[in-house]
């Protein structure tokens, strides 16, 4: 027999909103139904709860392999479980770079003896490997990852050939780091006259500026127009670069990050170098404006850019802390307090976090409560609670939002039917799917 399990609440769903029952056997679902009732169910300790699609992730960076000091995939996996996220796509700058296929190889084999949810990786594109591209197994990952700014190793591509080449010569999404380097240095030199080696935290958004951004999002766009490329631009930041983007052309997207949404550039004074993350955290009007796209659809996903660092390695300015910020366990209960103050229906959240990822990256049945579907599940309940330390199940042991106080809590994490979170205990012993996609 297979095991039945049943969930019932507010169901959250492909734009709509009912109270209902979820049917579980194996790893599939096998019924979605609405109650008719108007009240919340009392199931699951007798409170409110909220159903929706498990989080699909589509930008991480869990460390592994060589820079497991700051985190791993199984300890990053465990925080992805509770904080609701099913599906997550790791990135490439790892040591070694995910610039082979022998390196992307091991990244699967690894995953699947340690990830506590579903994964795959994109594929790191450099100056050099552009003859990759054509060998890649196009079902197995979300896409390619293109460093078009400062970066570390040889993950800058700043090549006019290899540009032209990577953008011309895959039909996988190429979800692209727009940062312009020229201007970063510029930025950077001027800033050290003035301040020295280490110019402090608060001037981060003025060296990593919006300038910075736009002007290299301006040219993976012009690069993406002139050869038909599929062009996702990883968490972009600044107001300007929404003008970019058009309705009337949809193979140019973007996803906006967790920490973007959340923060300005008032909040270096009070959480200095935890909040540094490249590109930069910018202006409240840059966040205002972040956050209306979410709402309107401009922005088609919203991840995390998950980048755990130890908070040793997080310390100094501009120059030496580290950029990146661990995100993953808390952008579920961060996004619903914004949909209760009124910034975006959870109908929309649901979207940009479930179901737009599924389409933009052509995953296969996941992202949607449907029939025949894997049962990649969340349910929420409403309940006031605190980020404590005792509670992050990241490595790195710290988050920015220690000490914030959230209304909605992740109850229960199901992947692919199986309950892999449940009341603050994550099953160590579940091992997570691999993701497959639809793309050619």
Known sequence: M???????????????????????????????SADGKDSPSATLDGEELLIIPGVIDDHVHF?????????????ESRAAAAGGVTSYFDMPNTNPQTTTLEVLDEKFALAATKSHVNYSFFFGATNTNTHLLSQLNPHRIPGVKLFMGSSTGNMLVDSDDALKKLFSGTSLPIMAHC??????????????????????????????????????????????????????????????????????????????????LLFTDDDYASYGARIKVNP????????????????DGRIAVVGTDHAPHLLSQ????????????????????????????????????????????????GVTRRGYLRPGYQADIVVLRRR???????????????????????????????????IVYRNGQVDRTYIGQEVSFRNE
Request: glycine share 6%; net charge negative; aromatic share 4%.
């Open 63 to 75: 460390r592994e392999p060589g820079l497991t000091d700051k985190a791993d995939m199984e300890s």
């Open 280 to 295: 930069s955290v910018k202006t409240c009007d840059d966040r205002a404006a972040l956050r209306q796209a979410v709402a």
């Open 384 to 418: 006031r609670w605190k980020v404590t330390p005792d509670i992050i199940e990241s490595k790195c042991g710290w988050s920015p939002v220690e000490g914030h106080e959230y209304d909605w809590q992740v109850a229960e994490t199901i992947c692919n039917g199986h």
């Open 179 to 260: 940062e312009d380097t020229s201007v970063i240095n510029r930025n950077m030199s001027e800033a050290r006259q003035k301040e020295g080696s280490d110019p402090d935290i608060r001037l981060h958004p003025l060296i990593r500026s919006a300038e910075a951004c736009y002007e290299s999002s301006k040219r993976a766009v012009m690069l993406a127009r002139a050869t038909g490329a599929r062009l996702h631009i990883a968490h972009l930041t600044t107001a300007r670069e929404l003008e970019l983007l058009s309705p009337d052309y949809p193979l140019i997207t973007a996803e906006a990050v967790v920490g973007h």
């Open 314 to 361: 997080k310390q100094g300015g501009c120059c030496t802390a580290a950029s990146g910020m661990p995100m993953i366990q808390f952008s579920l209960p961060a996004m619903l307090e914004l949909s209760d103050q009124g910034i975006l229906s959870q109908e929309r959240l649901v979207e940009v976090m479930c179901h737009r990822p599924a389409e933009l990256f």
């Open 2 to 32: 297979k095991e039945r399990i049943v969930r019932q609440g507010t169901i959250v769903n492909e734009g709509r909103r009912f109270h209902g029952t979820i049917v579980i056997e194996g790893e599939k679902i096998v019924e979605v």
